[in-house]
Each structure stands twice: as structure tokens, then as C-alpha cells.
């Protein structure tokens, strides 16, 4: 039933929480996961001044989502790593909608109401508008 | 094939470009007047500049979905020239950058300013964030508590505004608004009308009117050069970020090709120099913008607003401006690195911090980018001409093995022999030299020397573990120095 199973992270202990799931759930259904990290135009921009070369940048990146991907390292798990470019919300809806994914895995953040208000949830905009199940992780 | 790339980068996605370039359009106005009137200039300059250089770099630049235009960057680089000798020498040093950019190009500079370090781009990006904001200040002497209103009205609309609809630039409702408030309340603010003349025609073709002379040169060269370097500077890590954002590559050299080719045609036409704008690029790719068309599209539509909304333009208060250019300030600022500045590397950090403190003295943006690039240059010999010697005795064969750690060059070697010890007892001495490189002839001449005291005591020498290229070195230039020769 869930076959390929969507994790979206961004490298913080809340998503390592959501990786845990995703990887249970994965395991049931024999699955496999793709790990999915958006770089929105601030982090482009600071992480391009602050680094040398494309190659750098992309270390980095992997680096900050490492915690997750050791985590599907212990298990048997196929999984895959994309790095998408945008802001967070609509990246994500777009990646999921154009491919075929059976579920998505996302860490809510736990902002108070007032958060929520000025910086808007990313979990609740991709809940809104994926075409596929949502599992929001508190 | 050609024909299909280029169908791509022009059409491969034209409703996304011809959205974005209006919205960047708006968003591109009262920047280009807030530039002009930062270097001193009428507000048409910087319009007919932020124009031209949309327009041709949309022909001829390397990087699709990014945008060029009038930047605060390069109008803080002409204040003292407009100030000093007046428009027409603008014009003259806005067609010599272009020029100095295209031989950049031509001859692949662009390669060069990757020697540029990260430091100092920080640097680079926190002056110009001060510069822009200081600027403002002018704006503020003499004015009553109606201006200081004004000003925080449109900094409030800026950051609240999208909130409700990002559709509509939020810097273009907050100068619609605060100009509104303006006429209607009958508020007696300066406005950009009072800074200076803003003519509602398209530009013309003109020849700088200053003499042709050896001495108009030499006042413009200086200017020239330090605008087409700042411009490259700005244009590059600009290509760099949209390329990241993009996920897609592009053509630097053609790039600088690109912006020369722009400058010098905004000269002609009586532009002001620029070069690419972050800000202003970010918003074109946030806004669905990715090909050529979209900076058409911006410059054109730009020109067009000009024309039919001119004489509301010059009612804009220059609160709402001012405002603007804050925002613009803080944006530029790079704030990650106040907040690590105590977890970089030390040497980073005094890059960093002596970047801005020259650029703030210096009022030069260039002059703060070559301290810089100079002063890491320092701090880089310094931290790799540290070498480590470390020894071993051989009882057994009476020998002493010195193994060398380090990079062997000129700034390394002064203090280099003095780490051998020349009066031992004993028949043979090896320099293990595996974790070592030798550069230069100093560091030939260094191992000459060392060996020459050794054999004054009558202790052999021999060397180990040396890498090819040292070896090659070594053999090519080693005992030039010394009787025996080795």
C-alpha cells in the first residue's frame, strides 16, 4: 500500500523524529523512501556566499540531513536523496504531484499560533494540497 | 540545434517570464530612482539604466532568469566622480567599464576572481548593505516626526504585506500607499521630483560631451576600473546563487562579455554603469522567472511605466524611498555572519571584519575587496608556512632521521634550518621529506644550505620520500648553491 514513501527534512531533530516513521512504515509495506531536502532562496543565497565551490555546497547539504540518513542506514531500506530548490511548501506538493508517491512523511514544527500565523506551516500546506496520504509528525 | 537552444532559453517557458518581469519591473523602479539619486544623479539615469541593461543583457548575457540593472553597489562607486565632474563623465566611465568587462571576458578573467575568498565576499555584501543604508541618512536632516511615520509605514506594508497576497510586490503597495497618503493628506515631504528632473521619453544615442584627451582618461580610468571589478564581483556571485536556486549552469565568461556589451550600450544611451542584482533576481526566479525573456520583459515594461506614469513617479515621497532602500540594506546584509562571526576561524572573521571597517573608511568598495583579498593572501602564507621537523635517532648506525611536515617555500624556510640540530654526534643525517612539498628555489636553496652545514661537521646527507615534482625541483635547480653538488 505504501510503496514509495516520501520523507521531507529539514535536518532538524524534529524531522529525524518523522524519519523513524517513515521508516517503520516502510518496513511494513516493504517500501522504499526518498529523502527529500528543499533549499529555499535564503539558504541559496548564504550558502553560495559562504562556500567556495558547488561541490562544497553539496557536502554541506548532505551533511546537515546526515542524522536521517544514518538512520535509514542501519535498516535495509532503498532510499534516495533529492535536494529541491524553492520554497519549501510548493516544492514539495510539486515533487510529490508529478511523481507517483504513496504517502508523505513530514515533521510538524510545533510553532505557537502567532509562528504559525507570520511564517505559515509547511506541513499543513503540503496536507492541503498533495494528492496522496499525509502523515504530520508531532 | 542552436535554433532550439535558443527557442528554449527565450520560450521554454513564457508565462512564468512575462509574470515575473512585470512584477520585477515594479519592483525595479524606485530601486533604479533610489540609485540615481544615491550617486547623485537625475532619476532618469538610473531608469534608462536599469532599462538598457535589462534589455541587452537579455540578448547577450550568460546567465537566463537573471536580472541586471542600476545597483546600489556600483552608484556608491561614482558618487565622487558625478559630484567632481559632473554627468557626462558618468556617461564616459559607464562605456570604459563596459569596455575594461568585455577584455575581462575576452581574456577569461572571470576564472580569476574565484581567488576572491569567501571572507571577503562577506565583507563585500555587509559594506555595500552599510553603504546603501547610510546613504538614507541624508534624507533623514532636517526632516519632523511626519518623515520618520512615513518611512516606518513603508518598512511595516513591506514585511507584513505578503502575508496577505505575495502576488503584488509588497515594496510597490507600500510606495503606492505612502505616496497616496502623501498627496492626499497634503503632507509637504520631499519627493523625487525635488532630487531632479525625470523626463517621460524614451533615451537617445548620445556621445559624451567631454574632451577627448589623455587627462579625461586618466580621471575616469580609476572609476572605470573599480566598476567594472565591483560590477563582475556582484554579477558573479549573483550567477552563482541563481545557478543554485535554478539547479541549472551557466556561462560566466559570456557573462562579463555580456555586461561590458550592457555598459557600454547604457553609456551611449545616458545610463548609469550597473551590473547584476541579487535581490531583484531572487524575485524574478521566486516569481516564476527562468529564461531570457523575462529581463526583456522587465526592462521593457519598466520603460513603459515611465512613460505613461511619470508624472505620478515624481510625487513618490522620498520616505517611501528611503523606506525602500532599507529594506534593500537589511536583505543585502548577510546576518549569518554576525551571528558566527565567533565561531569562524579567527582569520576569517578579521577578513571579514577589515573588508567593511576599509570599505567604511575608504567610501570604495573595491579599495575594501583588495585589502581583503591581500590581507587573507597573508593570513593564507602565514597559516601554510608553518613547518613541523620532528627527529629520530638511530643508535645502531649512528644516524639521525629529521622528518619535514609542511609546504616548502619562500615565507617558510627563514626559520626552517634552524630546526636541525648541526653539532650532533653523529656520521649520516636523513631529511624524510614524504609529508613535505618543495615550491620554490628558496626551498632548494634552504635543503642546499642545511646540507652545507652538515658536511661542515662532516656529517653525510641524505633525503627520502620525496614527491615527484619536489624531485624534479630539486635536480633541476639543488646545488647551484653548494661546492659538491648532490
Redesign the interface.
Known amino acids: 500500500m505504501f510503496k514509495r514513501i516520501l520523507l521531507a527534512t529539514d535536518g532538524s531533530k524534529h524531522s529525524a523524529r518523522s524519519a523513524n516513521h517513515a521508516i517503520q512504515l516502510a518496513e511494513q509495506f516493504s517500501g522504499t523512501i526518498d529523502v527529500v531536502y528543499v533549499v529555499d532562496e535564503q539558504t541559496s543565497k548564504s550558502d553560495v556566499l559562504h562556500n567556495d565551490s558547488k561541490y562544497e555546497i553539496e557536502r554541506k547539504r548532505k551533511e546537515k540531513i546526515q542524522p536521517v540518513l544514518d538512520q535509514l542506514e542501519t535498516t535495509t531500506i532503498d532510499y534516495k536523496v533529492r535536494i529541491l530548490h524553492g520554497e519549501p511548501g510548493p516544492a514539495i506538493v510539486e515533487f510529490v504531484n508529478t511523481n507517483d508517491f504513496d504517502c508523505v512523511v513530514i515533521g510538524s514544527r510545533g510553532l505557537n499560533n502567532l509562528q504559525t500565523m507570520i511564517l505559515g506551516s509547511v506541513s499543513h500546506k503540503v496536507a492541503k494540497r498533495v494528492d496522496c496520504p499525509v502523515l504530520i509528525v508531532k | 540545434m542552436i535554433l532550439q537552444k535558443m527557442k528554449q532559453e527565450w520560450f521554454g517557458n513564457v508565462r512564468g517570464d512575462v509574470l515575473a518581469g512585470i512584477v520585477v519591473a515594479l519592483a525595479l523602479i524606485p530601486e533604479a530612482i533610489a540609485f540615481s539619486i544615491i550617486a547623485g544623479v537625475d532619476p532618469m539615469v538610473g531608469l534608462y539604466a536599469a532599462f538598457c541593461i535589462a534589455v541587452v543583457i537579455a540578448f547577450v548575457g550568460g546567465r537566463p532568469g537573471m536580472i541586471s540593472g542600476a545597483t546600489g553597489a556600483m552608484a556608491l562607486l561614482m558618487v565622487n566622480l558625478v559630484a567632481d565632474y559632473g554627468l557626462q563623465y558618468l556617461l564616459a566611465a559607464t562605456i570604459l567599464t563596459g569596455i575594461i568587462q568585455i577584455l575581462f571576458g575576452v581574456f577569461k578573467l572571470a576564472k580569476v576572481m574565484?581567488f576572491v575568498p569567501?571572507s571577503v565576499?562577506?565583507g563585500f555584501?555587509n559594506a555595500l548593505a552599510i553603504m546603501i543604508l547610510t546613504a538614507q541618512f541624508q534624507h533623514f536632516v532636517g526632516e519632523t516626526w511626519v518623515m520618520y511615520a512615513l518611512v516606518g509605514l513603508t518598512l511595516a506594508i513591506i514585511y507584513l504585506f505578503p502575508?496577505i497576497t505575495k502576488a503584488v510586490p509588497s515594496t510597490l503597495v507600500a510606495i503606492i500607499v505612502v505616496t497616496a497618503i502623501a498627496i492626499y493628506g497634503n503632507l509637504n515631504v520631499g519627493t523625487v521630483g525635488d532630487m531632479g528632473e525625470l523626463t517621460q521619453q524614451l533615451p537617445v544615442f548620445l556621445i559624451p560631451s567631454i574632451p577627448f584627451t589623455w587627462e579625461t582618461l586618466m580621471i575616469i580610468f580609476p572609476y572605470s576600473l573599480s566598476m567594472a571589478i565591483v560590477g563582475l564581483l556582484e554579477t558573479l556571485?549573483t550567477a552563482?546563487?541563481v545557478?543554485?536556486?535554478?539547479?541549472t549552469e551557466s556561462n560566466k565568461n559570456k557573462e562579463s562579455r555580456g555586461q561590458g556589451i550592457a555598459n557600454i550600450v547604457t553609456g551611449f544611451f545616458g545610463g548609469m554603469a550597473g551590473c547584476a542584482m541579487?535581490g531583484q533576481s531572487?524575485i524574478n526566479?521566486?516569481s516564476g522567472g527562468s529564461r531570457r525573456l523575462s529581463a526583456l520583459v522587465a526592462g521593457v515594461c519598466l520603460m513603459f511605466l515611465i512613460i505613461v506614469l511619470g508624472g505620478l513617479v515624481v510625487q513618490i515621497p522620498m520616505a517611501a524611498l528611503a523606506g525602500v532602500m532599507i529594506m534593500v540594506s537589511i536583505s543585502t546584509f548577510?546576518w549569518?555572519?554576525v551571528k558566527n562571526l565567533n565561531k569562524l576561524p579567527k582569520t576569517d572573521a578579521a577578513v571579514m571584519v577589515t573588508t567593511v571597517g576599509i570599505v567604511l573608511i575608504t567610501h570604495n568598495l573595491s579599495i575594501g575587496v583588495l585589502a581583503g583579498v591581500l590581507l587573507s593572501a597573508i593570513f593564507f602564507a602565514a597559516k601554510i608556512s608553518n613547518i613541523h621537523v620532528s627527529e629520530e635517532l638511530v643508535l645502531r648506525e649512528q644516524k639521525k632521521i629529521y622528518r619535514v611536515e609542511g609546504q616548502l617555500f619562500f615565507a617558510s624556510v627563514s626559520d626552517f634550518p634552524g630546526k636541525f640540530n648541526f653539532t650532533d654526534s653523529v656520521d649520516k643525517v636523513e631529511i624524510d621529506l614524504t609529508h613535505a612539498h618543495l615550491w620554490d628555489d628558496s626551498a632548494i636553496g634552504a635543503l642546499d644550505k642545511i646540507e652545507m652545514k652538515f658536511e661542515e661537521n662532516n656529517i653525510k646527507v641524505t633525503y627520502s620520500g620525496l614527491n615527484d615534482e619536489s624531485h624534479h625541483l630539486k635536480k633541476r635547480i639543488g646545488g647551484l648553491s653548494k661546492a659538491s653538488g648532490h
Do not use: F
Open positions: 574565484k569567501r565576499m562577506v555584501v502575508r556571485l552563482s546563487i545557478d543554485d536556486m535554478t539547479d541579487i531572487v526566479v521566486k548577510d549569518s555572519s
